[in-house]
């Protein structure tokens, strides 16, 4: 049976681990399976009592899922695209502002007002930049309501 170590322990800044199987000294008894973790030692200035050994941290991550870091990193480095609304003449004014405001999150009523009234003078109107999963799920929620959309690189274009 092996025998893990619970809280600190306080190391002097020479101290060095040399396991042996059996050592009574030791921090495993019989053979250590647990070699790979990495434990974190704090050094501190001469004088002040040594180092400070911390309980290893090991991060469960669910396999095949990844990291809400890692998605937000892959969702900065993906190219922007540009969710455009193109003008109707089927849909009422009050209507394409009640589903921008529904489909986009943060939408105000000014902003969505204002969108509404650059596709309807203009013809096009750009929504919202993002990334190109986010503007391809926009997009589909516009044109499930019955609005005219497109998305297109933001990078391309004027």
């Not at 489909?103 to 993002?130: F, K, S």
């Amino acid at each position: 049976m092996e025998t893990a170590i619970c809280g600190r322990v306080s190391l002097s800044p020479n101290h060095v681990f040399n396991h042996k199987p059996g050592d009574k000294n030791s921090f495993c008894r019989g053979p250590c399976a647990h070699r790979g973790i990495f434990m974190a030692i704090s050094a501190t200035g001469p004088g002040k009592g040594g180092g400070v050994l911390d309980r290893p941290t090991i991060e469960k991550t669910t396999p095949g899922r990844e990291s809400e870091f890692d998605l937000r990193k892959s969702r900065k480095t993906s190219p922007p695209y540009r969710v455009l609304l193109h003008n109707d003449n089927f849909n009422k004014r009050e209507y394409v502002v009640q589903v921008l405001m529904k489909v986009i999150p943060g939408m105000t009523l000014d902003n969505a007002v204002n969108i509404m009234q650059e596709a309807h003078y203009n013809g096009l109107a750009v929504v919202i930049i993002c990334a190109q999963a986010d503007a391809e799920d926009h997009c589909m929620q516009l044109r499930g309501n019955g609005l005219l959309s497109s998305i297109e690189p933001a990078s391309g274009g004027c």
